[in-house]
Nanobody, 129 residues
Framework: QVQLVESGGGLVQAGGSLRLSCVIAGRTLSSVGTGWFRQAPGVEREFVEA????????YYTDSVKGRFTISRDNAKNTVYLQMNSLKPEDTAVYYCAADLGIYYTGSNYYRDAATYDYWGQGTQVTVSS
């Protein structure tokens, strides 16, 4: 059984920063690809960033380019999402997800929510203007 627990969300002013953490239990990070998604009220869940199983490749959506960075610490089995220059439109519940697949990779693969096998419970990020 794989479990993901996110933390680090909160209320921040526009222009501020937050770092989200996702601790993964039941699998080592080197055996899973990991993604961050977000969902605002009344909006479909949206891909934010992902890191491949190898850890060598990262993918992001254009709206967070230059502001958000995904990284991971294999020793802590934790994936991070560093969010800088936050904007009110970044307000959403942020979810961490893990992909156990071994055959596919690439941008289109990791951007698809259907790729992921396990999801965390989400952490709220609210950016005030």
């Amino acid at each position: 059984q794989v479990q993901l627990v996110e933390s680090g969300g909160g209320l921040v002013q526009a222009g501020g920063s937050l770092r989200l953490s996702c601790v993964i239990a039941g699998r080592t990070l080197s055996s899973v690809g990991t993604g961050w998604f977000r969902q605002a009220p009344g909006v479909e869940r949206e891909f934010v960033e992902a890191i491949s199983r190898s850890g060598y490749n990262t993918y992001y959506t254009d709206s967070v380019k230059g502001r958000f960075t995904i990284s991971r610490d294999n020793a802590k089995n934790t994936v991070y999402l560093q969010m800088n220059s936050l904007k009110p439109e970044d307000t959403a519940v942020y979810y961490c997800a893990a992909d156990l697949g071994i055959y596919y990779t690439g941008s289109n693969y990791y951007r698809d929510a259907a790729t992921y096998d396990y999801w965390g419970q989400g952490t709220q990020v609210t950016v005030s203007s």
